[in-house]
Nanobody, 117 residues
């Protein structure tokens, strides 16, 4: 059983930075993909970025060049460094772990990111 706890959200001015963390308890298996999703008010949840166990990363076009996803395998922790934040980045950000070979997936509780002056 994998449980995820996000932290690091908050209020930041446009152009600012935040780093989100997602601490995973339980075994993160080799075929797991870890990622960050977000849901903005009135919109569907969307993929922000993901990283495979092999280190391959994938980003939404809207965040490429501004956000960086990384993972510390020893600490079982996923990060999302967010720079040059824009008001349209305002959303609840969710950590996700899913298997690439089974139907397993699990979500964190979410952390609010608000970009406003």
């Amino acid at each position: 059983q994998v449980q995820l706890v996000e932290s690091g959200g908050g209020l930041v001015q446009p152009g600012g930075s935040l780093r989100l963390s997602c601490a995973a308890s339980g075994s993160i298996l080799s075929h797991y993909v870890m990622g960050w999703y977000r849901r903005a008010p009135g919109k569907e949840r969307e993929l922000v970025a993901s990283v495979s166990s092999g280190g391959s990363t994938n980003y939404a076009d809207s965040v490429k060049g501004r956000f960086t996803i990384s993972r510390d395998i020893a600490k079982n922790t996923l990060y999302l460094q967010m720079n040059s934040l824009k008001p349209e980045d305002t959303a609840v950000y969710y950590c996700n772990v899913r298997s690439s070979v089974t139907a397993f997936t699990t979500w964190g509780q979410g952390t609010q990111v608000t970009v406003s002056s």
